[in-house]
């Protein structure tokens, strides 16, 4: 059964968006009367009966069951923080491949290196939406604006969690792959042109763990998304 992307009404039913009501009647062909399967991107899902208001031709679901996915049961663990390239293309098509993949959330980030870009994050989160759907989960990560790379650096809190940033330079690194499958981590990926000396020295008199991705150079999409999949195969234990 296909899922649907909605949120509670005042009367404790389901409604969807006037897209997702659009592409629900208009693609799909769902007609009022038949069940439906919905997720709220907050860990709930419900299945019902389709309903319709036919002034606003949205759609409302007459919730039948419901049930819940507490957000760790569901939690790959991998959260990203990055550095935009200037396609904004790459950026959703790496947002959508994360979102399959499970990641938890997605930082963007500024740094020395950064080319200026100008990301529509409510392009964004329909993309995260869509894939969510496609890849049946039930928590849509959460997709945060642009901060500084000192900003992100100064309120690091080592404690917090492991915090792996991955650079291209010939400082001294450990191999990412190598690392202990912790639980949970945060992965920093700069820009195209790469961290500067400072900033990856900045990063680690914070804490942050200095990493390689491969004996390959990377474009800045592909090392998020290898550095998830890595991350999700060695907390899988299907890693050595």
Not at 64 to 75: A, I, N, R, T
Not at 150 to 159: A, F, G, I, Q, S
Request: net charge neutral; charged share 30%; proline share 3%.
């Amino acid at each position: 059964m296909d899922f649907y992307f909605g949120q509670k009404n005042d009367e404790g039913g389901i409604e969807l968006s006037e897209e997702e009501s659009r592409h629900c009647l208009k693609v799909k062909r769902v007609l009022p009367g038949d069940p439906i399967y919905v997720v709220d991107g907050e860990g709930g899902w419900y299945s019902g009966i389709v309903e319709t208001d036919k002034k606003r031709k949205q759609v409302r679901v007459r919730v039948d069951q419901q049930g819940f996915f507490p957000f760790e049961d569901c939690s790959s663990g991998f959260n990203l923080f990055i550095a935009s390239t200037k396609s904004s293309e790459r950026m959703e098509w790496m947002t959508e491949k994360l979102i399959e993949l499970g990641v938890d959330s997605i930082h963007f980030i500024e740094c020395e290196h950064s080319e200026r870009n100008h990301l529509r994050f409510d392009r964004l989160r329909k993309i995260a939406i869509s894939a969510l759907k496609q890849s049946k989960q039930y928590w849509l990560p959460k997709i945060h604006a642009e901060i500084s790379f000192d900003t992100l650096v100064n309120n690091y809190d080592k404690e917090q969690m492991p915090f792996y940033i991955a650079h291209c330079s010939d400082l001294e690194r450990a191999e990412f792959e190598n690392r202990n499958p912790e639980k949970e981590i945060s992965v920093l990926i700069g820009p195209e042109g790469d961290f500067s000396r400072k900033e990856i020295g900045k990063a680690i008199a914070k804490g942050m763990i200095p990493v390689s991705l491969g004996v390959s150079r990377l474009r800045t999409e592909t090392a998020a998304i290898y550095s998830c999949s890595v991350h999700r195969s060695r907390k899988n234990g299907n890693f050595k």
